[in-house]
C-alpha cells in the first residue's frame, strides 16, 4: 500500500507527531511545511493526470493552503528570530550591525548556523562567531566556514591569545567573559 495510516515511531500517535512538528524551530516548521505543500501537489497532479479532476482540485486547495501556511510561519519566524538568542548576543548584534539590513543579515547567519548547533544552550559558539566582527558581515561569514569545518577553531580564534593563553570564556555572556581563578582552577 502506497499511502500508510501510521508514521513509525508515531504508531498513529498523531497528537504527539503534532506536538513534535509543532515545536520545532519556525524556519524549519517552514521548510517541513512547504515540502508537504509541493508532495501534495505532486499528488494532484497525478490525480489531474489519471482524470480524477474532484480529488486533484481538492489535494490542490490543500497544498496552496499548506504553502500559505508555510509563509505565515516564515513571517513568524522572522519576527522573533532575533529573540532567539540571550540578550548579550542580541545586544551585541544590535551595538555592532548598526544597518538594519546588516542587523536582519547578521540574525540570520548566525540563526542558519544554529540549526546545526540545537545542544549549544549556553550559546558560546555565537559570542565566538561575533568576536571581533565590528560589524563586518563578511568577517562573521568567514568566522562561520571556520566554525563550520571545526568549532573548535573559532573558539580558539576569539578565547585565545597567538601563544594559546586562555584569555576569555564564551561560555558567560559578553561583559563577564575573563578568566577568573574558577576558570583556571577548574583545570
Keep these: 500500500m502506497k499511502h500508510k495510516s501510521w508514521i513509525k515511531?508515531?504508531?498513529?500517535?498523531?497528537?504527539?507527531?503534532?506536538e513534535e512538528i509543532g515545536d520545532l524551530r519556525y524556519?524549519?516548521?517552514s521548510e517541513f511545511l512547504e515540502w508537504?505543500?509541493?508532495?501534495?501537489?505532486?499528488?494532484g497532479q497525478k490525480d489531474k493526470n489519471r482524470g480524477r479532476m474532484k480529488l486533484a482540485n481538492n489535494l490542490q486547495k490543500a497544498a496552496i493552503a499548506l504553502i500559505a501556511s508555510s509563509e505565515n510561519i516564515k513571517e513568524a519566524w522572522r519576527i522573533c528570530e532575533p529573540y532567539m538568542f540571550p540578550n548579550d548576543v542580541t545586544q551585541k548584534v544590535?551595538?555592532?550591525?548598526?544597518?538594519?539590513?546588516?542587523?536582519?543579515?547578521a540574525f540570520k547567519l548566525l540563526s542558519d548556523f544554529y540549526r546545526n548547533?540545537?545542544?549549544d544552550a549556553n550559546f558560546r559558539l555565537a559570542r565566538c562567531l561575533?568576536?571581533?566582527?565590528?560589524?563586518d558581515i563578511e568577517k562573521l561569514k568567514i568566522n562561520i566556514n571556520l566554525a563550520?569545518?571545526?568549532?573548535?577553531?573559532?573558539?580558539?580564534?576569539?578565547?585565545?591569545?597567538?601563544?594559546?593563553?586562555?584569555?576569555?570564556?564564551?561560555?558567560?555572556?559578553?561583559?563577564?567573559?575573563?578568566?577568573?581563578?574558577?576558570?583556571?582552577?577548574s583545570f
Design 117 to 119: 548547533w540545537d545542544d
Design 148 to 185: 563550520n569545518s571545526d568549532p573548535r577553531d573559532i573558539i580558539i580564534q576569539a578565547e585565545y591569545d597567538h601563544e594559546m593563553n586562555w584569555l576569555r570564556n564564551y561560555n558567560r555572556p559578553f561583559g563577564e567573559e575573563k578568566i577568573t581563578q574558577e576558570d583556571v582552577g
Design 130 to 135: 561575533l568576536f571581533e566582527t565590528n560589524g
Design 36 to 43: 508537504l505543500g509541493k508532495k501534495i501537489e505532486k499528488d
Design 27 to 29: 524556519d524549519t516548521l
Design 94 to 105: 544590535r551595538t555592532e550591525f548598526r544597518e538594519s539590513n546588516k542587523k536582519r543579515e
Design 9 to 18: 515511531n508515531y504508531e498513529r500517535n498523531f497528537e504527539k507527531l503534532a
